[in-house]
């Protein structure tokens, strides 16, 4: 089947997950984002590639930092970004995503910036759009949340160089995290050495071996010898029925403290998507410690959303 | 055309430039390699480089070497020193329509407001698009659109043209 990222020439058009993206591919995205890392050493943090080109953020699910950081990366690429509050505007008078997204298509957009609570939902939006137009995923549902799979990458890649000597554990609700799978896909492209998911067995589904990732239960088993533990954020809003016997009892078993951190190599770094839920998954002592990156991916993000902006706007997407 | 001679020359006529006021930028990545060259030969303390990348007028049009994946690494700018009010001299291999001087100085102005800035190229070859002029040519020749002329940097350090 042809992937829906991707033109004829093999050309990035659209970015809507890690998966089924050649290693070439999100290499290159790294590399352009790491040179795009050093735009805060100039006087002027502004480049002029996507001058005249219109980026649409549309967040029909909330978010505040993924939408302010493709917000600063789009205008620091010199375009001009339109912020559309989706929850509060035409989708509740009854109007339809499509229709919504032809109407936003016929004001001259370059870029819809799409975050949605249902999976899928920025493909669907991709597959009606006229060629000139790119959707760049910023989150759907429990799918993927490529963007930041990338910052993550770049942010293990800027610190540990290379990945095939790694050892990386996710950590905490895997089964609610977008951000997991898009980590998962885009560490086994990348040639991780180990991928370790850990979790309880309520909050780590069934299928992720089949992923090529090692499942742990124990959270000492789980980063042992780690270089790289990524703790993801416990997602009450996501949770219905009994999956967890109280967030109490979760931090004991899976929280990250300076102590259980030992456990983990002497130089490993700490990450966190965010937003944080200190106590619950993370120790503040771990958040605002040594091998914490925490906010170093938070500007590694703005990289990589300018890298991903200016490379889709670059390639034409295939003619129906 | 023989690359170390006319890179002699161009040391040579460039020595009057020399100044403990002057900065040498290198433009990657053939003027890096001779902004290098000219550290080696003259123990310069610190040498700039710069990279036309970010500010190309055809980057959305066709890519470039920072937009195709399987390209080697995009060069990126490093100028190890305060932009504003530096007397600058640009580097450059060949010069031929004037474009990439243009976005060259988009992208040091980014970084400052220098005093001056001049361009030393090792060979004009004519075809500009641009009012743009080197203050030093090592060579100036013509030659027609379907050729392309390039530096290239051998293994042990010595330049030579590539000729298509």
Redesign the interface.
Known sequence: MKNPQLNKNG?LIHLLSTEGL?K??L??IL??A??FA?IN????K?????RGKTVFNLFFENSTRTRTTFEIAATRLSADVMNLDIARSSASKGESLLDTIANLAAMAADIFVVRHSESGAPYLIAQHLPPHIHVVNAGDGRHAHPTQGLLDMLTIRHYKKDFSNLTVAIVGDVLHSRVARSDIHALTTLGCAEVRVVGPKTLVPSDMAALGVRVCHSLQEGITGADVVIMLRLQNERMSGALLPSSHEFFKSYGLTQEKLQWAKSDAIVMHPGPINRGVEIDSAVVDGVQSVILPQVSFGIAVRMAVM??V???EGDAA | MNAEQLYADLRDGLEPWRSSTTQWVGIASGGAWMAERLQQDWGLDKIGVISSSMHRDDYLRRGNKTTKPGASRPESTDLPFDVTGSHIVLLDDVLYTGRTIRAVLNELFDYGRPASVRLAVLVDRGGRELPLQADFAAQKIQMSPSESLRLIRMDDGTFSFETK
């Open positions: 050309e050649p070439d591919i290499t290159h590399d352009t790491a040179n050093s050493d100039r006087e002027v502004k480049l002029p590639l996507l200016s490379i706007a670059a390639n």
